[in-house]
């Protein structure tokens, strides 16, 4: 009781101090790579906190460069194979140091225009769909996960799940969504061809219209996934400082189960030494490992060698 009560105060205490304005990032998805009609996977990035339409192409700590940065080794791994990779960011990422970052709020909104995303998306194209999901956008993929028709869910500097408590939630019945609530969809959608072994942009082709309205209702029937498996991974690099998040959830504040825990079931990949936003970094095994996740090759992903 005694611990609770401290984590509580904790977690209140960072919650006031970080109280300041949430301000829109901005949204944004770019599909890069192959065209979505002739791909032969697609990989969907989802971003965290700090992210905005002004940064979307900075260096591969931000979505559109580590759609690059995921397009370029997955050439090395794999040249014949078509892959789109779509940069994402449907949602308002809220700043790192806010009380936004500290709950779930914008995620659960989030999670309601990934689903109307992906749902596009699996109309457009055959291929499997992959997630991969950084830190505060795990919470959100966590959301919006269940009943999708994904091949693989790979969260990756995770603070945690929300109310998913084992691999298996993640992978049930699809969330209940209202449409009394429903925000537009994202209409800045553009299709970006990239170049496989260089990454170089070439000029874009006509932007592509975003999801109607009320497609995440169909999806609630979950019938274009059944009978599918989903394979759920997790990573944390070692110099991660959200190894350092208490994994619990106090009324609105905190995100609950550490999809690293050896409970939770997941598949554990090598993210090796990097921190928090140096996944998509290359040269590095979490490069190497979520291109191989997202070309759909599990037995050559390298299994992380201890748990963070």
């Not at 990035?45 to 370029?72: K, N, W, Y």
């Amino acid at each position: 009781m005694l611990k609770k009560l401290a984590i509580a105060t904790v977690l209140v205490g960072a919650a006031v101090a970080l109280m300041t304005p949430a301000q829109a990032s901005g949204r944004m998805i770019k599909v890069y790579g192959a065209d979505l009609a002739s791909a032969d996977r697609v990989a969907v990035i989802v971003p965290g906190a700090d992210t905005t339409a002004a940064t979307f192409e900075d260096s591969a700590r931000r979505p559109g460069g580590a759609a690059r940065a995921l397009l370029a080794q997955a050439a090395g791994l794999s040249p014949g194979t078509r892959l789109a990779v779509v940069a994402w960011l449907g949602y308002d990422a809220p700043p790192t140091w806010s009380l936004g970052a500290l709950t779930d709020s914008a995620a659960v909104e989030g999670a309601r225009e990934l689903r109307r995303t992906v749902l596009d998306l699996h109309r457009h194209t055959a291929a499997p769909i992959a997630l991969l999901c950084h830190s505060y956008g795990s919470v959100l993929c966590a959301a919006a996960a269940p009943g999708l028709p994904v091949s693989d869910l790979a969260v990756f500097g995770s603070p945690g799940l929300g109310g998913a408590r084992t691999a298996t939630d993640l992978a049930g019945s699809p969330a209940e969504w209202s449409s009394s609530g429903d925000r537009e969809p994202v209409t800045t959608v553009s299709r970006t061809a990239l170049t496989a072994s260089a990454g170089t942009p070439a000029p874009a082709s006509t932007p592509r219209g975003a999801v109607a309205p009320g497609d995440h209702v169909r999806a609630a029937s979950g019938e274009a996934v059944q009978g599918s498996t989903l394979r759920v991974w997790a990573a944390r690099g070692r110099n991660d400082w959200i190894r350092f998040v208490p994994h619990t959830r106090i009324g609105p504040v905190g995100f609950g189960t550490d999809p690293m825990s050896r409970g939770f079931g997941a598949r554990h990949f090598d993210a090796g030494a990097g921190g928090h936003s140096d996944y998509f970094t290359p040269g590095t095994p979490s490069l190497r490992n979520l291109t191989w996740i997202a070309l759909g090759h599990p037995a050559r992903v390298t299994a992380a060698p201890t748990t963070p």
